[in-house]
């Protein structure tokens, strides 16, 4: 609109001075099954990175 670009890093700086964030949960969930996230960990997700 008005033919202005910027950097990846100029864009994060604006962004940061306008107050934004990286997003990040603050809390984590009731429900969390810390035995099926260990499975998963172990399991699914080296087989996904090969």
């Not at 890093?9 to 990286?22: D, E, K, Q």
């Not at 969930?29 to 399991?43: F, G, H, K, L, T």
Request: charged content about 30%.
């Amino acid at each position: 609109m008005f033919h202005t670009r910027y950097t990846l890093r100029g864009t994060a700086n604006i962004l940061y001075r306008l107050g934004f964030s990286v997003q990040v949960p603050k809390h984590r969930a009731v429900e969390r099954e810390e035995a099926a996230i260990e499975v998963w960990r172990r399991e699914v997700w080296p087989a996904g990175k090969r």
